[in-house]
């Protein structure tokens, strides 16, 4: 499975951007996908997750409410949704896969990684 993420960009608080990570590989609807972000000089975090029937979705605490995640299998693309964005969601967006979800969504877990798109809220 390759992946790519792109829709990063420059944006105000408070705004929205919408990410999207679009895959290749005719398995791609079998793997969970996951979007992590890395700021500089911190490590990879996740940020949010999608189940592979998309029945299940995951978000970290302070994302819960704002983004959303979803994904079209028929365009083998997972979409993240960002809205009221904040300062502090300024980092390199990651979207990355999995086939066997374990009990945490961890950056040593995940299968595959895209390269990443840059997102940088100014306050």
């Known amino acids: 499975v390759q992946l790519q993420a792109c829709g990063g960009g420059l944006v105000q608080a408070g705004g929205s951007l919408r990410l999207s990570c679009a895959a290749s590989?005719?398995?791609?609807?079998?793997?969970?996908i996951g979007w992590f972000r890395q700021a500089p000089g911190k490590e990879r975090e996740f940020v949010s997750g999608i189940s592979w029937s998309g029945g299940n979705t995951y978000y970290r605490n302070s994302v819960a409410g704002r983004f959303t995640i979803s994904r079209d299998s028929a365009k083998n693309a997972v979409y993240l949704q960002m809205n009221s964005l904040k300062p502090e969601d300024t980092a390199v967006y990651f979207c990355?896969?999995?086939?066997?979800?374990?009990?945490?969504?961890?950056?040593?877990?995940?299968?595959?990684w895209g390269k990443g798109t840059q997102v940088t809220v100014s306050s």
């Open positions: 990355a896969a999995v086939r066997q979800l374990g009990s945490t969504w961890s950056v040593d877990g995940m299968d595959y």
């Open positions: 590989g005719r398995t791609f609807s079998s793997y969970a």
